[in-house]
């Protein structure tokens, strides 16, 4: 593991919060996804040494929770909220957008590695359904218009990068 | 002697019934001890409780006392104590016996309970029994009759998980069929200390795995399929080979080691189809190697001796007992007897029985390896303390021959008695092994046994009654499993033929008589007979031998007598 030394000291200081090593296991995790941008066995192995754990216990942790990814996503992650309110305003449909617009599906990387797509659970705006996060930032009223907009943002965006 | 420690007793009252349990038994136990049967699947006696099945719920109550004087409150109806009952079900793995601890286990709620608990695992359980190799030991299939609602509500699609994964070389894994009662993840932590096994995905789709890359391959892994409840996890050995109530289950003791680990062998029509751990608290728990269960397949191996031979001819028993007692008489006072620490109680001593008749040194060979600190210790011998109970010997054995080399080629020894061991693997040379008749008594061809004058087939372990001394000096007894194959004859038959041989008068051989013998001649044994000795062993005052330097270090139910000695002593 490359972990950059600011993460190592962050580590290091967090599982000294805990009685016993094995329960910063979640900390550590978050800490290393946040890195890296997911957990891969080699991750999962380091964790377990580091905590004195075995590397089957940590995977039992990192299989339970689904904001643990097991593979890379793309550059930017696109959360759309399919719970009631959502879904009732037509999150369904600003998901549908952002697939069509980087011919992707939901869940997976778009072919161009910019985006990946998701549906998520209840992003805690139901006021303003639909609601979408992109990266740690959250847009309000995403109807299939303004998902539109959103995505040649970032189409623009990735245009100026190259 | 030191007294073993008398627990607290407590009264529990079981559906009306006063029992006295040890206090803090759970309450299965303490059901158990009443001869009453609570289902469970999750809760084992031997490892941690996690009360994951929710099988063994129970009703609870306990007496009732005022809160404020703390005095026992009255039932006018009954003129008893009342009993408050707590109004949901508890879990008897998990709950204690304490004083005055009541319990139902018949009433409606339990009932409820039960068939609720049976209609949630078995509603994503395949209905295979006829196809599953757990079908007639399996606790689901017992408790669904016994407890279960007999008929089911389920209109919806079972789950679907891997069938047929191969977790390391002796187990394989049906996740359909796991009810994820985790005693095979607590087993490898626990006993084994081979943390490999863990669910994943837990939900709705729970499956059991190992971590990626990692296999179920330790020494103890078939441990997990015996205390699997269900048929997730199989014997590659075993699967598809046999139904289990076609089996006949024979006690018997593995030979692999100095442990002595209590077993079963199952058979069927004279043909051994797989070994199983008995239940011993003292030696074994419920635990066995996987190595002990694989022994069995010596029984019926390419290179079994089944042919009596005399000077490398095939010849009758009759023949080869005349030409070695006719060696015993040409070459008396040059005779050497070597024992085995892999012989009975009963052989050993017929065997130091042939060796004062032949006025012969007897010699032992050792065996040792790396103990694992479970049930595998170092000395791989398993009855090398019964040639020590019986005198065949009166100090330890080593690996190598080399006094009686030496005999040999000092010209002072002509003639080599072995039951069973291998002299070349010894440390006898080729030139040595020719320079002297060998009387070979043995069950499978070697060097030596090529090498004989007299080669006489004898019996496994499985094919024979008889007892060894293990490494705690406990003598435990194995019983006949198979019958003999043609050919070979009961090691006590040859070693009693060759004693009368040898010293002239008739010897017994059959194991009732012997052992009456044996009550006389040995003062250890002297209260024992076979048939009297206990299922799960007697143990011997293991004084006389205290000094000696045994190989073993600490196992699972034993620590060395060195050890024993340094813990007292402050450091």
Sequence with gaps: MNLKPATLSQIDEVITHYPTKRSATLPLLHLIQEEVGFISNEAIEWVAAKLGLQPINVYEVVTFYPMFRQKPIGRRHIKVCRTLSCALLGGYKTCATFEQEFHTHAGEVSPDGEVTVEFVECLASCGTAPVVMIDDELHEKVDAAKAKQLSDQIKAEAQARK | ?571
Excluded at chain 2, 148 to 177: A, H
Excluded at chain 2, 391 to 415: C, E, F, N, R, Y
Excluded at chain 2, 455 to 475: C, Y
Aim: hydrophobic share 40%; charged share 20%.
């Design chain 2, 1 to 571: 002697m030191i007294a073993p420690a008398k627990p607290e007793l407590v009264t529990v009252n079981i559906d009306g019934k006063e029992i006295s349990v040890p206090k803090g038994t759970n309450v299965i136990e303490a059901a158990r001890l009443g001869g009453i049967d609570i289902p469970h699947y999750c809760y084992h006696p031997k490892l941690t409780v996690v009360g994951n099945c929710r099988m063994c719920l129970i009703e609870m109550g306990m007496p009732a006392v005022d809160p404020a004087t703390k005095a026992p409150v009255m039932d006018p109806a009954t003129g008893k104590q009342k009993i408050n009952w707590i109004p949901r079900p508890q879990i008897g793995c998990a709950t204690n016996a304490s004083a005055g601890l009541h319990i139902r286990t018949q009433t409606p709620q339990v009932k409820d309970c039960r068939e609720g608990v049976m209609e949630f695992l078995l509603i994503n359980h395949p209905l295979d029994c006829p196809i599953c190799d757990q079908a007639g030991e399996c606790k689901l299939q017992e408790q669904s009759t016994g407890y279960g609602r007999g008929y089911s509500r389920f209109i919806e699609q079972k789950n679907v998980k891997p069938k047929r994964t191969l977790l390391g070389p002796r187990v394989m894994l049906d996740d359909e069929r796991c009810i994820l009662c985790s005693r095979c993840i607590r087993f490898s932590q626990e006993i084994a200390k081979d943390d490999v096994l863990g669910f994943i995905d837990r939900g709705s789709y729970s499956t059991l795995t190992c971590y990626p890359g990692k296999k179920l391959e330790n020494n103890y892994s078939l441990n997990t399929v015996d205390i699997c409840p269900v048929g997730a996890l199989t014997s590659t050995d075993f699967r598809f080979k046999m139904r289990v109530w076609f089996l006949k289950q024979t006690n018997s003791i593995d030979t692999e080691s100095s442990v002595g680990a209590n077993t079963v062998v199952w058979s069927r029509e004279g043909v051994i189809y797989r070994i199983t751990p008995r239940r011993n608290d003292d030696v074994n728990d419920t635990w066995m190697a996987d190595s002990g269960r694989e022994l069995y397949k010596a029984v019926a191996a390419e290179d079994r001796l089944t042919a009596v031979k005399l000077n490398g001819a095939a010849s009758t028993l009759e023949l080869a007992l005349a030409a070695a007692a006719d060696l015993f008489k040409s070459n008396a006072g040059g005779i050497a007897v070597v024992g085995s620490g892999r012989s009975s109680v009963e052989e050993q001593f017929l065997t130091k029985k042939l060796a004062t008749a032949l006025k012969a040194p007897a010699y032992l060979v050792s065996r040792v390896g790396q103990g694992d600190k479970i049930l595998v210790s170092a000395d791989r011998n398993p009855n090398v303390r019964g040639a020590l109970v019986t005198g065949l010997i009166v100090s330890l054995p080593s690996s190598q021959l080399s006094a009686l080399a030496a005999a040999i080629d000092a010209g002072t020894v002509k003639t080599v008695v072995s039951v069973g061991e291998d002299l070349a693997a010894a440390g006898l040379t080729a030139g040595q092994l020719a320079k002297v008749s060998v009387i070979y008594l043995g069950t499978h061809a070697n060097a030596t046994s090529a090498a004989a004058r007299v080669v006489l087939p004898t019996l496994t372990v499985f094919e024979k009654n008889g007892t060894f001394v293990n490494q705690q000096f406990r003598v435990q007894k194995f019983l006949k499993a198979v019958p003999a194959p043609a050919g070979a004859t009961d090691d006590l038959v040859v070693l009693a033929k060759l004693a009368a041989a040898a010293s002239g008068t008739a010897v017994a051989s059959e194991i009732g008589a012997l052992w009456s013998a044996i009550a006389a001649a040995v003062p250890a044994l002297g209260t024992m007979t076979f048939a009297n000795l206990p299922e799960t062993g007697l143990l011997l005052d293991a004084t006389p031998w205290a000094a000696l330097p045994f190989a073993e270090g600490e196992t699972l139910h034993y620590k060395p007598s060195s050890a024993k000695a340094t813990e007292g002593r402050p450091a």
